[in-house]
């Protein structure tokens, strides 16, 4: 089992940056790649990145390509997003996930609660 919990979300302008934190305990950290989602209200649940248990191999939709960057800590068992010149389009609930990194949610075993991200115009 491993437990996840988000942390870093909130309200920012357009063009601004925010850093999301999701800690994990449990089970060792390190036999898990990571992964960042996103749903914003009435839509389905979406890939955001991914990061491989080494840090040697990430991966980004396309939507964030350039502007997000996804990083690890294992000896702090904690995955970030950084979140640079968002857009309102961002704005959703970000979720962190544990398992085989994809863009596939149904490679991913665990998930945190979710933290909300909204960017105003």
């Known amino acids: 089992q491993v437990q996840l919990v988000e942390s870093g979300g909130g309200l920012v302008q357009a063009g601004g940056s925010l850093r999301l934190s999701c800690a994990a305990s449990?089970?060792?950290?390190?036999?898990?790649?990571m992964g960042w989602f996103r749903q914003a209200p009435g839509k389905e649940r979406e890939f955001v990145a991914t990061?491989?248990?080494?840090?040697?191999?990430?991966a980004y939709a396309n939507s964030v390509k350039g502007r997000f960057a996804i990083s690890r800590d294992n000896a702090r068992n904690t995955v970030y997003l950084q979140m640079n010149s968002l857009k309102p389009e961002d704005t959703a609930v970000y979720y962190c996930?544990?398992?085989?990194?994809?863009?596939?949610?149904?490679?991913?075993?665990?998930w945190g609660q979710g933290t909300q991200v909204t960017v105003s115009s």
């Open positions: 990061i491989d248990w080494s840090s040697r191999s990430t």
């Open positions: 996930a544990a398992g085989i990194n994809s863009a596939r949610t149904s490679t991913y075993n665990y």
């Open positions: 449990g089970r060792t950290f390190t036999s898990y790649d």
